[in-house]
């Protein structure tokens, strides 16, 4: 079931430069990174989920590793950061938008995927999502913070539903470019609801924290 054409390509492309350049933007405003770091940062955040999937599903050596658009796409995202981090804050509205066409790419590609490769449903709903969010939480980790998509607006959740609305198509037997764009599209829509009404999951009552801004989120 798995394919790639050439409207989900372009998607994914964009979103990994979208995660490479928000990945990187987070390294120089709250590590204060080399460009070394930057980049290497930037690139983690946009390459991270797919490297996770693909391990944990055995298909070896990793897609990313396998083109060379992926890195090339995640380097220079992460260097248009590093040459223009003063000046990107004028730019928040669309790195937030890149990053939620990224993030719904992924979560459909990566579920698609691990259909492929023989899992169940639930499974297949889980490393979609984590093809989405698996870069962003190694960031973070790295950067020695909790890892924002588990507590700032939605980001996890968009994810979840987009990969569920992808297996729920595979497993109805109408999979193709029009149910995997709807998939993304659903995603999209719930992220961005997310952003511009500053919504977040549950909390624990009495619960309380700072909330991540919406260009910190991947």
């Given at each position: 079931m798995t394919f790639e054409p050439p409207v989900l390509l372009v998607l994914d492309l964009a979103g990994t430069f979208a995660f490479g350049l928000n990945g990187a933007l987070t390294a120089v405003r709250t590590a204060r990174l080399d460009v070394v770091?930057?980049?290497?940062?930037?690139?983690?955040?946009a390459l991270?989920?797919?490297?996770?999937?693909?391990?944990?599903?055995?298909?070896?050596?990793?897609?990313?590793?396998?083109?060379?658009r992926y890195f090339a796409f995640a380097a220079v995202g992460a260097l248009v950061a590093f040459a223009l981090s003063r000046r990107l804050h004028r730019l928040e509205t669309p790195i937030v938008v890149l990053d939620a066409v990224g993030l719904s790419v992924f979560a459909v590609i990566g579920a698609g995927k691990a259909l492929d490769f023989g899992l169940g449903v639930a499974p297949a709903v889980l490393l979609g999502t984590v093809t989405g969010v698996g870069g962003g939480t190694i960031r973070d980790m790295l950067v020695r913070r909790i890892p924002s998509v588990l507590h700032s607006d939605l980001y996890a959740i968009p994810a979840l539903v987009g990969a569920a609305i992808t297996v729920t198509a595979v497993r109805a037997g109408?999979?193709?470019?029009?149910?995997?764009?709807?998939?993304?599209?659903?995603?999209?829509?719930?992220?961005?609801?997310?952003?511009?009404?500053?919504?977040?999951?549950?909390?624990?009552?009495?619960?309380?924290?700072?909330?991540?801004?919406?260009?910190?989120?991947?």
């Open positions: 770091g930057v980049v290497a940062l930037g690139m983690i955040t991270g989920g797919g490297v996770i999937r693909d391990v944990l599903i055995d298909s070896l050596p990793p897609a990313t590793f396998r083109d060379w109408f999979y193709g470019v029009p149910a995997a764009l709807a998939a993304a599209a659903v995603c999209f829509l719930i992220r961005m609801a997310g952003v511009r009404y500053d919504l977040n999951a549950p909390r624990p009552p009495g619960a309380s924290g700072d909330r991540g801004s919406p260009s910190d989120d991947r």
